[in-house]
């Protein structure tokens, strides 16, 4: 039996689902009975009947699928994989910005802690951020942690400014608009298409800045033939298997997120066989927690 029947069959006696994001090897997003961006997870996450969820990605997404899921087993195969921008924030660092910001409300991008959704009123994610903050009015003062890179994103598209918080997202942090420069010179009239982590001066030179599961969306209804992708690269296989004839290169070939890479067929082996490791959050986090994503989701 080959290791992915292994993990079938395990699959099936367990009742489980397997979801991915987009980030993850392509042998993991090819295994998941559903890969997406981190809106499309949360979406899918609320949703599922199955009794157990496997969730190929990072600590903070199997954190979101417990909160939405508190009845069932969510399982991280890479108890080692953590996002270092959600990191960049403590429970008590939030607290003491909005000690000192009275009456703001708090945006927080998905890529955070349960505690820190819980202190917010609102979750985002990079689909949906701009909707999110529209739907507070303009004179309404807004934090937005952790990415900073989103958040002045965000603020710029509705002509605003937030309050925010200096965390970004190492692999996105390293692209830069001399390395667009020289993608465009070697595929001249390609488009450029950026994520909204990405530094100010590098979403400025791109051609659109979107999601993951936003780039897939705008591929689909284009004619060009080739793109150049600036995020991380796990996107490039997604794209390249719903878009054959199309072809798709890197901005920086090695914009890698190290914990999104931790996951592989032996870990989602183990996690089935094994129950580990189980991701629980504990109350009052959790139902706190959990208004912030469901607020979000009724965007
Ligand atoms: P999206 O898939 O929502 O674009 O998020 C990117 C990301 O960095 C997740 O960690
Ligand atoms: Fe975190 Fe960046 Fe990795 Fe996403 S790509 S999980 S934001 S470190």
Redesign the pocket.
């Known amino acids: 039996m080959t290791i992915v029947e292994e993990i079938r069959k395990l699959q099936a006696a367990r009742k489980a689902i397997i979801l991915a994001?987009?980030?993850q090897p392509a042998e993991i997003q090819e295994l998941a009975d559903f890969t997406?961006?981190?809106?499309e997870l949360a979406r899918k996450a609320a949703g599922v009947s199955e009794e157990v969820v496997v969730f190929c990605?990072?600590h903070f997404?199997a954190e979101t699928a417990a909160i939405l899921n508190p009845n069932k087993t969510v399982l991280l195969p890479t108890p080692d994989a953590g996002?270092p921008m959600a990191d960049m924030i403590t429970g008590e660092q939030l607290r003491d910005l909005k000690a000192k910001h009275p009456g703001a409300k708090v945006l927080c991008y998905?890529?955070s802690t349960a505690e820190i959704k819980a202190e917010s009123d609102c979750c985002v994610?990079?689909?949906n951020a701009v909707a999110v903050a529209r739907s507070f009015t303009a004179d309404q003062k807004i934090i937005f942690v952790p990415d900073q890179h989103l958040g002045s994103w965000t603020a710029e598209q509705l002509g605003r400014s937030f309050i925010l918080w200096p965390g970004f997202?190492p692999t996105?942090a390293r692209m830069t608009d001399r390395q667009i420069a020289l993608a465009r010179e070697a595929h001249p009239g390609a488009p450029v298409l950026v994520?909204p982590?990405c530094p100010k001066g590098v979403r400025d030179v791109a051609d659109q800045v979107l999601?993951?599961?936003?780039m897939c969306r705008y591929v689909k209804g284009r004619t060009e033939p080739v793109f150049l992708i600036g995020?991380?690269t796990g996107i490039i296989h997604r794209l390249q298997k719903e878009n054959p004839e199309k072809q798709f290169y890197p901005i920086l070939e090695s914009a890698v997120?190290p914990n999104?890479k931790k996951t592989t067929l032996e870990k989602v082996l183990w996690s089935l066989k094994e129950n580990q490791t189980v991701v629980r959050v504990e109350e009052p986090i959790a139902s706190r927690a959990r208004k912030s994503i469901e607020a979000m989701l009724a965007v």
């Open positions: 994001h987009n980030y997406g961006d981190s809106l990605g990072v997404m996002c998905v890529n994610t990079s689909s997202c996105h994520h982590e999601s993951t599961g936003g995020t991380e997120c999104m």
